[in-house]
């Protein structure tokens, strides 16, 4: 079964959410806010390609290919993904170290995913049916056995939802009250939507679950008839949101910490950089004093410069060549 999506939607006003506002303007706005926005959904796009929608940049080789798609060098992509995660953006989430995904496309993938399997249960239920109609018809034997097997399957599907359900009058007065069934068939309308109370995902609760099935209702036209396979898959897709904000919260803690966790990192390394330069820049300034004199003038301008910026590396080199071809110089 395909884990990935070809087609995604966007609302044609995201332009003018704060969130997007403050990537532009954390890019200084203008072109370069502009550009920042557009590789967000470059970015997303290809986020919707990979498998179960998740971005693995753990690999070196993935990480490159993703920089020069967004047209960024590897250390600017890293500071693209910070800006994304930053609680004053988020429209990136860390899955886990390295593996990224956003909201949007995570959902859509849910909804659709519970699409594709019914999908495929129906086309297997088909073949099924076909296949046992061929082998009565060969066998001379009456559909009987077919007939009981469906009474049984519809009687077993029927006792794991019993129409006392807590929420079966209410969901009765939302069909009622939000669709045009106004009265609605226990095995046809209702059960379907009550097996959803029969596996809750962890954290959430009963309450959850009527929420998520009382906003969908809500937000129902009255005046157009329902698919039940898409009312279900809608309630679904709420109920997934809802679980994955409260993953989200649970996970907020950590995300900070590792956030937090790489900016002390970048400033450690910045540091021990800094440090490191101001060590070599001392020693090549003495190495330059005792030595002067062997220096042409050019040379020593450029070295003084380099000095000056502590581009000990720079200045390593013109020294590193003097050395070599003078034999008094003094070390």
């Known amino acids: 079964m395909k884990d990935n999506l070809s087609f995604y939607s966007r609302r044609t006003d995201?332009?003018?959410?704060?969130?997007?506002?403050?990537?532009r303007q954390l890019y200084g706005g203008g072109s370069e806010g502009w550009a920042a926005e557009g590789r967000f959904w470059a970015l997303n796009d290809i986020i919707a390609e990979s498998e179960m929608c998740r971005l693995d940049v753990t690999i070196p080789r993935n990480k490159a290919n993703i920089s020069e798609t967004l047209g960024l060098g590897l250390s600017d992509f890293d500071r693209f993904v910070d800006v994304l995660l930053s609680t004053d953006v988020e429209l990136?989430?860390?899955?886990?170290?390295g593996i990224y995904s956003t909201k949007k496309v995570q959902e859509?993938?849910?909804?659709?995913?519970?699409?594709r399997e019914k999908s495929r249960k129906r086309k297997g239920n088909a073949e099924k049916s076909k296949s046992s109609g061929e082998l009565n018809e060969s066998s001379g034997e009456p559909n009987n056995k077919v007939k009981e097997s469906k009474v049984q399957e519809s009687t077993v599907q029927k006792s794991k939802v019993q129409e006392n359900h807590f929420f079966c009058q209410s969901l009765k007065d939302l069909f009622k009250s939000k669709t045009k069934i106004k009265e609605p068939n226990f095995q046809t309308h209702l059960t379907p939507i009550l097996e959803l109370f029969?596996?809750?995902?962890?954290?959430?609760?009963?309450?959850?679950?009527?929420n998520s099935i009382e906003e969908t209702f809500n937000?129902?036209?009255p005046d157009i008839n329902i698919r039940m396979d898409f009312l279900t898959a809608n309630i679904a897709s709420k109920i997934v949101s809802k679980h994955e904000a409260i993953l989200n919260k649970i996970k907020q803690p950590l995300l900070e910490e590792a956030r937090d966790a790489r900016i002390q990192s970048a400033k450690d390394q910045r540091e021990q950089a800094a440090q490191i330069a101001e060590e070599k820049t001392k020693e090549l300034t003495e190495l330059f004093n005792k030595n002067v004199e062997?220096?042409?003038?050019?040379?020593?301008?450029?070295?003084?410069k380099a000095l000056m910026k502590n581009d000990w590396v720079y200045a390593s080199s013109i020294i590193n060549a003097k050395i070599e071809e003078s034999a008094p110089f003094e070390i």
């Open 14 to 23: 995201s332009h003018r959410h704060p969130k997007f506002k403050m990537l």
């Open 92 to 97: 990136l989430f860390e899955i886990e170290p």
């Open 108 to 115: 859509r993938l849910d909804a659709v995913l519970v699409e």
């Open 198 to 210: 029969q596996t809750i995902p962890e954290h959430l609760t009963e309450t959850d679950i009527r």
């Open 219 to 221: 937000s129902l036209n």
């Open 294 to 304: 062997f220096f042409s003038a050019k040379e020593k301008v450029d070295i003084r």
